[in-house]
T-cell receptor, first 115, second 114 residues
Framework: GAGVSQSPSNKVTEKGKDVELRCDPI?????LYWYRQSLGQGLEFLIY????????KSGLPSDRFSAERTGGSVSTLTIQRTQQEDSAVYLC?????????????FGPGTRLTVL | AQSVAQPEDQVNVAEGNPLTVKCTYS??????LFWYVQYPNRGLQFLLK??????LVKGSYGFEAEFNKSQTSFHLKKPSALVSDSALYFC????????????FGTGTRLLVSP
C-alpha cells in the first residue's frame, strides 16, 4: 500500500518568509510525528499527534514553529519568519497505534533551504 | 533520558565481507531498539527492531542485529556486504511510555567498495 507522503520534496525560501510543509500519513495510522534532520543537530523530534488528543509539542525549537493535524489525517508543519538555521530536512512518520511496539514509518522528507 | 550512541562516523568494508555497525544504548527500563537506513535523498527506511525475546533479530535486506544486555549494545550486522548497502544507518531507541518518540544516534555512513 501507499506509504507516508510529504510535499513539497524541496522548498527554497527567503529569510523571513513563512513556509508550510505537508504530510499524508499511511491510511489508518493514528499516530503522527515530525522530526528534523540537520547537519548540526542530527535527527531530532519536533511534535507528535495522536488521534484527537492534544499534541505533544515538546520538541518544537521555537514559537515560530507550529503544526496541526486536520481530521486525524493530514498534518501541516508551519514555520513562520524562517531563519537560515531552519534549513534542514523535515521528516514525517506515522504509526498504526499510539501504544505498543508498532514501528514508525517515515516519509521521504521535505528539504527546506532558507536563503 | 534514553539515548543511543554510534561511535563510528563511517565504516568501510569490501563487498562480500561481513559488516558490523555499532550501537550502544542507555535506557531506564526495557529497551526498545530500532535500526533505520537512509539512502541518498530518501527518507528513513525501517530495517529491524528489538522489543523482547531472541537476542538475534532478523530484518530486511539480509540485515540482523544482536541485542546484548550486559554490554548494552545493539550492533547491526550482515554476513556479506553489497555495494548497494552503502548508505547512512541510524540506531534509535524508543523514549517515553506514552507517545513513544524515537531518539536517534548520530548515524554511521557505511561504504561498501567493489
Amino acid at each position: 500500500g501507499a506509504g507516508v507522503s510529504q510535499s513539497p520534496s524541496n522548498k527554497v525560501t527567503e529569510k523571513g518568509k513563512d513556509v508550510e510543509l505537508r504530510c499524508d500519513p499511511i491510511s489508518g495510522h493514528t499516530a503522527l510525528y515530525w522530526y528534523r534532520q540537520s547537519l548540526g543537530q542530527g535527527l531530532e523530534f519536533l511534535i507528535y499527534f495522536q488521534g484527537n488528543s492534544a499534541p505533544d509539542k515538546s520538541g518544537l525549537p521555537s514559537d515560530r514553529f507550529s503544526a496541526e493535524r486536520t481530521g486525524g489525517s493530514v498534518s501541516t508543519l508551519t514555520i513562520q519568519r524562517t531563519q537560515q538555521e531552519d534549513s534542514a530536512v523535515y521528516l514525517c512518520a506515522s504509526r498504526p497505534r499510539a501504544s505498543g511496539t508498532d514501528t514508525q514509518y517515515f516519509g521521504p522528507g521535505t528539504r527546506l533551504t532558507v536563503l | 533520558a534514553q539515548s543511543v550512541a554510534q561511535p563510528e562516523d563511517q565504516v568501510n568494508v569490501a563487498e562480500g565481507n561481513p559488516l558490523t555497525v555499532k550501537c550502544t544504548y542507555s535506557v531506564s527500563g526495557n529497551p526498545y531498539l530500532f535500526w533505520y537506513v537512509q539512502y541518498p535523498n530518501r527518507g528513513l527506511q525501517f530495517l529491524l527492531k528489538y522489543i523482547t525475546g531472541d537476542n538475534l533479530v532478523k530484518g530486511s535486506y539480509g540485515f540482523e542485529a544482536e541485542f546484548n544486555k550486559s554490554q548494552t549494545s545493539f550492533h547491526l550486522k550482515k554476513p556479506s556486504a553489497l555495494v548497494s548497502d552503502s548508505a547512512l544507518y541510524f540506531c534509535a531507541v524508543r523514549d517515553g511510555l506514552g507517545f513513544q518518540k524515537l531518539v536517534f544516534g548520530t548515524g554511521t555512513r557505511l561504504l561498501v567498495s567493489p
